[in-house]
């Protein structure tokens, strides 16, 4: 019997184990016939899956913590059982930011150490002159391009919400919004920072994998009753992703997959292969920075959810006030990664990361990060919003 299912997902490169599982027909393969549905903003995702218009959706990892804790929007139980992309995101700066940055920095602006004080650097200079905050790009308020941003400027004394403009933009609307000035920088994912860059409108000043070596970026998301009414779909559709993932991880299937991938998104293949091989060209000089670390779909343990993620997540969510801390909070933010459905739809033993970081996340300034310890995490920072009264979830 063939299962249709309705999944939709948003034209970014860490959609593509979800693209090549369909496309190469791995989803067909495991009886499934997907239709999948491409949009444009993370909220006509959320809702489309929230009010069951979607079975699945490719999502940022932070909306479904926040969807299940019922922080930002009505709760609705989200689970995954796969992430799809770890990693993935950069930050790119206006040509005159980079230039502004680069006049005040202390060392190598490559260091996001040294980049975050530059920029502490520049906010400080334009306040003292009457000038307007610089304005930021990210694409939700419960995303890592979000918390990436503000982990990184605070990281340089700078309090992202008096001292600039954090505003919300779709992602296929960054490098329009760079070109017109109405963003100085913006944090988002492939292929968006490649093609501000070639069009001579932006500099690459990080990879995500920069400021955390470890964040899970996107994952396949579903609503909890719809996993408990089909399991065996859900597994299904699991295999079919991990079937994609490692089709899309051979160096010899690039080609292809940037092909499909391209074909889905409306870029240049090229784009999508300086994605999946981590070499970017940061600047129109066509200088060029890799990373084995910027994008990772299914080695080391990628695809695996890891609920040490989820902790990191709700760490960052109750940093900047957007939900109470609390050991229950927590627990449910956990919840809702899946390691034991996808060691189930495979067929294999647990095996949660144990490589580097240590500490599963990386951050590039910090203690080691402790799940079991989120109070712990937040007493590290000076910079950070109060906490709310405390949020009780509705069962």
Known sequence: MIEKLRIGYIPLVDATALLVAVDQGFAATEGLDVDLVREVSWSNVRDK?????????HLLSPIAVASSLGIGHVRVPLITPFNLGLNGNAITVSPRLYTALASLA??????????????????????????????FGMTFPFSNHNYQFRFWMAAGGIDPDEDVRLVVLPPPYMVESLASGHVDCFCVGAPWNSVAVDAGLGRILHFGCEIVTRATEKVLAVREAW??????????????????????DQPENVPAVSEIVGRRLDVAPELVVRTLTGKLKVAADGTVRASDNYIMISRDHAARPDPVQAAWIYAQIAR???????????????????????????????SPFDGEPRDG???????????????????????????????????
Not at 49 to 54: Q, T, V
């Open 227 to 248: 996993a408990a009414e089909k399991p065996a779909t859900l597994a299904a559709l699991t295999r079919a992703l991990a079937l994609g993932a490692e089709f899309a």
């Open 320 to 350: 900047w006030g957007q939900a109470p801390l609390s050991d229950e909070l927590r627990a449910a933010a956990e919840a809702v990664f899946r390691p034991d459905l996808y060691d189930a739809a495979l067929g294999i033993a647990p």
């Open 361 to 395: 996340v990386g951050a590039f300034i910090g203690p080691n990060f402790v799940s079991a310890d989120i109070a712990g995490h937040l007493k590290a920072w000076a910079i950070k919003r109060p906490g709310r009264p405390r949020l009780s979830l509705v069962r």
């Open 106 to 135: 202390d060392g190598d602006l490559a260091d996001p150490k040294v980049s975050a004080r530059a920029l502490a650097r520049v906010v400080a200079e334009r306040k003292a002159r009457g000038a307007e905050p610089l304005n």
């Open 49 to 57: 899956l929230n009010l069951g218009l979607f079975d699945a959706a």
